[in-house]
Nanobody, 124 residues
């Protein structure tokens, strides 16, 4: 069982930056691929970024490539999402998720554990 708690969301102007954190419980954290997803009002949840259990592989949605960076600190059992050059269309609730598949995972259905989400609002 893995419990995930996100933090770091907030209100920021367009062009600004935020760093989201996701603290995970459990000593098996390095075995899990981690992902970030987001859901805007009236839209389906969408993939943002993923990182393998060891941190050596990452993948990003085209809409955030070059602006967002996912990373993890297995000693702290925490995954991060650094978001730069934020745009109003990045406004959403951001969710952290864990998948036992270890490798990068872009499909939400393959994640077994989810956090409660943190709101990110980007004003124009």
């Amino acid at each position: 069982q893995v419990q995930l708690v996100e933090s770091g969301g907030g209100l920021v102007q367009a062009g600004g930056s935020l760093r989201l954190s996701c603290a995970a419980s459990g000593r098996t954290f390095p075995r899990y691929a981690m992902g970030w997803f987001r859901q805007a009002p009236g839209k389906e949840r969408e993939f943002v970024a993923t990182i393998s259990g060891g941190g050596g592989s990452t993948d990003y949605a085209d809409s955030v490539k070059g602006r967002f960076t996912i990373s993890r600190d297995n000693a702290k059992t925490t995954v991060y999402l650094q978001m730069n050059n934020l745009k109003p269309e990045d406004t959403a609730v951001y969710y952290c998720a864990a998948s036992s598949r270890y490798i990068t995972v872009v499909v939400s259905a393959l994640y077994e554990y989810w956090g409660q989400g943190t709101q990110v609002t980007v004003s124009s």
